[in-house]
Antibody, heavy 117, light 110 residues
Framework: EVRLVESGGGLVKPGGSLRLSCAAS????????MTWARQAPGKGLEWVGR??????????DYAAPVKDRFTISRDDSKNTLYLEMNNLKIEDTAVYYC????????WGQGTLVTVSS | QAGLTQPPSVSKGLRQAATLTCTGD????????AAWLQQHQGHPPKLLSY???NRLSGISERFSASRSGNTASLTITGLQPDDEADYYC???????????FGTGTTVTVL
């Protein structure tokens, strides 16, 4: 069974940084594209970015609002996906989800990031 | 950034059919189609269908996806109370080199 567990969320001031982690199990992590998505309180889903598997070069793609501020990385030896978030803005407040694959064949429960002064 | 347009809400009676639409352009839906997700209140989303309109394993046959031009559709037949949820489409946008979600549709079963 695919299991994704996000952690690292919390309260951070505007301009601050935070690193989210996603511990994956139940599948071949190194052979899987992984994705981050988010959902602001009471709002719709927003795609944040994805990272390819190493055999597909392993490069990430990002949504325009987070490009140059967020960095997605992976540690295949630890079956863990990361989202490094810098220069956080109030509009980055959301539940951040870790997704299996490009389309989200499985989702974690999410971790809440609140950006507020 | 560009998004996919969905009607905000659809209301239908129990056991009726509902068709949800997702309108994009030739760079996204018209190019590689759209996948569909269901999200019940307070829960993470669940993928219902892939971009080729095939249902995921375990998804009821009452859910069927299709595409015509730049518009993708999800039809739910025999509506049940548990079908009350938010539904989102998602597609790869080749002009953005990014995936985009639809704006979401809330389905109410009367």
């Amino acid at each position: 069974e695919v299991r994704l567990v996000e952690s690292g969320g919390g309260l951070v001031k505007p301009g601050g940084s935070l690193r989210l982690s996603c511990a994956a199990s139940g599948f071949s992590f190194s052979n899987t594209f992984m994705t981050w998505a988010r959902q602001a309180p009471g709002k719709g889903l927003e795609w944040v970015g994805r990272i390819r598997r190493k055999t597909d070069v392993g490069t990430p793609d990002y949504a325009a609002p987070v490009k140059d501020r967020f960095t997605i990385s992976r540690d295949d030896s630890k079956n863990t996906l990361y989202l490094e978030m810098n220069n956080l803005k109030i509009e980055d407040t959301a539940v951040y989800y870790c997704l299996f694959g490009d389309l989200g064949e499985a989702w974690g429960q999410g971790t809440l990031v609140t950006v507020s002064s | 950034q560009a998004g996919l347009t969905q009607p905000p809400s659809v209301s239908k009676g129990l056991r009726q059919a509902a068709t949800l639409t997702c309108t994009g352009d030739s760079n996204n839906v018209g190019d590689q189609g759209a996948a569909w997700l269901q999200q019940h209140q307070g829960h993470p989303p669940k993928l219902l269908s892939y971009r080729n309109n095939n249902r995921l394993s375990g998804i009821s046959e009452r859910f069927s996806a299709s595409r015509s031009g730049n518009t993708a559709s999800l039809t739910i037949t025999g509506l049940q109370p548990d079908d009350e949820a938010d539904y989102y489409c998602i597609a790869w946008d080749s002009s953005l080199s990014a995936y985009v979600f639809g704006t979401g549709t809330t389905v109410t079963v009367l």
